[in-house]
């Protein structure tokens, strides 16, 4: 029996290692920022579990910041922290605003400040910026239209379709830090 018990705690603690709120816990330990605002920016499926350990490790340091993840993923209140829930695996008007409202957190930076920008899966139909701004409110439906006419109906899919009507924004933030140094 001690076999099975100790081999039901390597795995009970190799999940926990993974889980995406130790991984930045542990990537923030002993990190030191300079003297500037730190914004954080988190997208994607785990954004909530990974900006909630970021505010855990770096409590006031955090100027402000947005969690943009899918629909009920938000788990609850971050200090200085906005949570917006958006349309997944297809974006939607609420994808457009949180993106906006990202990209107009990062707006203004200066050679001191730091963007903690942490993504985890689904960031790329959750961080969408409209080419055309009259296709935010429409883009949801041409994708779902797209799903109706027999097309395979994965996040593949649906984001090959609303490449047409938007562009995923994650190469966005490092022009925004230019002339600074953005660590991947």
Not at 49 to 66: F, K, N, P, S, Y
Request: aromatic content about 4%; overall charge neutral.
């Amino acid at each position: 029996m001690k076999l099975r018990a100790d081999a039901d705690g390597i795995i009970k603690e190799s999940f926990a290692a993974i889980l995406p709120d130790a991984a930045v816990q542990r990537a923030l330990a002993g990190h030191t920022f300079g003297s500037g605002r730190i914004v954080l920016v988190a997208v994607g499926k785990a954004a909530w579990q990974m900006a909630r350990a970021a505010a855990d490790t770096l409590g006031e340091r955090i100027d402000c910041g947005i969690v943009i993840t899918k629909y009920d993923h938000v788990m609850g209140t971050i200090p200085r922290v906005t949570c917006m829930e958006a349309g997944h695996p297809v974006p939607d008007a609420n994808s457009f605003a949180a993106t906006e409202e990202a990209l107009r957190l990062t707006e203004h930076l200066t050679a001191e400040d730091t963007v903690l920008f942490l993504l985890s899966g689904g960031g790329s139909a959750l961080f969408e910026k409209a080419a055309d701004p009259r296709c935010r409110a429409h883009s949801s439906h041409r994708a779902a239209a797209c799903l109706g006419r027999g097309h395979r109906g994965d996040e593949h899919d649906s984001q090959a379709h609303e490449r047409g009507q938007g562009r995923q924004v994650r190469g966005a933030l490092c022009p925004r830090t230019r002339p600074f140094h953005c660590a991947q």
